[in-house]
């Protein structure tokens, strides 16, 4: 069987998990300390970063784009009989995804509302992007969930849990981008991504105290000093 190295609040992983978990690919999960490496994933992790997928045959695979793409090339695809362009076209659009997973970790992560705010623009000119690109849904190419969605579920779901925890919606200003995120709330998929625990381990981490969002981002508090490690890398893969 696979088995996937991880580390619980990675939406590089996620990513992963949820490929696996929409094409109904049986796996497990080993889940280490990124602070705390055990020897085995260093003697067999050429980056020593998450995700690694270890295939039945005990060759390990580095870097969450090659994963997916081999996910992609040994099982059935989500959507049947697409074109080489539209193969490009949605890896295209992945990767507006995945290059703003950290970015959004560090947003997460500001310590006053002049960070957050600072941090978002870069998320919300992705979002702009996404939104305009969305028809009628329910998923971004239309009826059927593709390799798109997956690749943006983490963001969506991410945002959702800030949503429910703090009340500020990185969202609101997109519609399109809403009714995507409850589509895919519906299918399930967040949720069998992640560990059991994961709603408790993400919100210690990115609603502590220290968070702008973790003190119920409200707008009208006066300015702290920024706390350390909520730089782009506090705590993420």
């Not at 969506?156 to 703090?166: D, G, P, T």
């Not at 702008?212 to 730089?231: C, H, M, Q, V, Y």
């Amino acid at each position: 069987m696979i088995k996937i190295v991880s580390f619980k609040i990675c939406p590089l992983v996620q990513r992963v998990t949820a490929m696996l978990e929409a094409k109904n690919i049986p796996y497990t999960v080993d889940y280490i300390s990124l602070s705390d490496k055990p020897q085995w994933f260093t003697d067999i992790s050429p980056t020593g970063q998450v995700p690694l997928l270890i295939t039945e045959e005990g060759t390990p695979l580095f870097e969450s784009d090659a994963i997916v793409e081999y996910i992609d090339e040994t099982s059935s695809p989500l959507v049947a009989d697409i074109s080489p362009v539209q193969r490009a076209i949605d890896r295209a659009w992945s990767y507006q995804a995945t290059k703003h997973y950290l970015v959004q970790c560090s947003t997460m992560q500001s310590a006053d509302r002049e960070t957050l705010l600072e941090r978002s623009d870069k998320l919300n000119k992705s979002f702009e992007k996404a939104e305009k690109q969305l028809g009628d849904g329910p998923y971004f190419n239309g009826e059927v969930m593709g390799n798109v969605d997956i690749a943006w579920l983490p963001l969506l779901h991410r945002a959702a849990l800030v949503e429910k925890h703090s009340g500020y919606d990185f969202l609101a200003f997109y519609p399109r981008m809403k009714a995507w995120q409850a589509a895919m709330a519906k299918t399930g998929i967040a949720e069998k991504s992640v560990p059991a625990d994961f709603d408790e381990a993400f919100s210690n981490f990115y609603l502590a105290d220290r968070t702008f969002l973790g003190r119920g981002a409200n707008f009208d508090e006066t300015p702290i000093a920024k706390s350390p490690g909520t730089g782009r890398n506090g705590g993420c893969c």
